[in-house]
């Protein structure tokens, strides 16, 4: 059983790769190359050709997810390097339109600073990681939010209170954030934030915050990647964020249910402690939803936050 889902995880792994070969962004900046889905599969084919044991078995989960968790992390990191290189823009980092803002637009009105937005929209013609893209100012205050459809759907004007925007300003770095319920879709999602600053005219020559440059990712597409497998006899994969809030799952019903009654957490479970909070990978026995489940862990680090790759399966003594 545990052998035939390894042979479907390769699967999983040439698709991934498949994916993040089709999401190019034109900018030279961003030419570095993807793992190859070739070498991939044949990692993950040559292993599964050679499990006789439980031990043999324990080892092959653990190069799964360790693929999972480098081929997430990759993608991760393209996506913040698309973030990065655009907020260098004229055209993004400045805020011409900010007296505009208005409460009841939830930003500035849609004709307004036409070439940031122009921007956000190839970004999300670029890289279907994102599902959405908004710049807000030091304060923050939203100024665009693309696709204007979900600006207009905003339930709130200032995001000063959310974990991305604190994790870019107190880290002045490229922050991951934890999933949250957006207030334009009301799903789950979760955000890539790029704080910008420009130079003061001062000899010490600090730098004051001009705004936010961000991205929600599209947690959907992460899901339906792994749903593609179709897994079964009880076998399951997760991603979860750094609060043990899950990010994507395969088991399509499970995902029908998050969105319909909120996130689903793991942040009980030692095999998340292990792999976000020790940043450790390895595997362990525990009890997940009154089944008892063999689970490997793998931890995703992006700066200074770490995700993590759950596999799961049902353990019998």
């Known amino acids: 059983m545990f052998r035939k889902n390894l042979i479907l995880l390769s699967g999983l792994l040439t698709l991934i790769v498949f994916v993040l070969s089709l999401q190019i962004f034109t900018i030279d900046k961003l030419s570095n190359p993807l793992p190859s889905s070739a070498n991939a599969q044949s990692i993950v084919t040559d292993k599964t050709e050679r499990i006789h044991n439980k031990t043999a078995a324990a080892a092959e989960g653990g190069l799964i997810v360790k693929l999972l968790a480098d081929n997430l992390e990759t993608s991760l990191n393209k ?16 805020t011409f339109y900010a007296t505009s803002i208005s409460p009841e637009l939830h930003g500035i009105p849609q004709d307004l600073d036409i070439a940031k937005r122009k921007v956000a929209q190839d970004i999300l013609i670029s890289d279907k990681n994102f599902e959405v893209i908004f710049f807000l100012m030091p304060n923050g205050d939203m100024y665009i939010d693309e696709p204007y459809s979900r600006q207009q759907n905003l339930t ?8 991305y925007y604190k994790g870019a300003v107190n880290t002045g770095n490229t922050y991951l954030a934890n999933v949250i319920i957006s207030a334009s879709s009301g799903l789950p ?3 890539i934030a790029v704080p910008i600053f420009s130079e003061d005219n001062r000899p010490a020559g600090n730098s004051t915050l001009t705004g936010i440059w961000g991205g929600g990712l599209n947690l959907t597409l992460f899901s339906e990647s792994l749903q593609t497998l179709n897994l079964t006899d009880g076998l ?6 750094q609060f043990g809030q899950k990010i994507a799952d395969s088991d399509r019903h499970s995902s029908l249910l998050l969105n319909k009654n909120g996130n689903e957490s793991f942040a009980n479970l030692q095999s998340f402690r292990n792999a976000v909070e020790g940043g450790k990978p390895g595997f362990t026995v525990e009890t997940v939803n009154n089944n008892k489940m063999l689970i490997f862990y793998e931890p995703v680090k992006f700066r200074s936050t770490t995700w993590g790759v759950l596999l799961m ?5």
């Open 313 to 317: 399966q049902p353990y019998n003594d």
């Open 236 to 241: 399951r994969i997760v991603y979860v964020d």
């Open 79 to 94: 996506s913040a390097a698309i973030l990065e290189v655009t907020s260098e823009l004229s055209e993004v980092n400045s």
């Open 189 to 191: 999602q979760a955000n």
């Open 156 to 163: 709130g004007n200032n995001f000063a209170f959310r974990d």
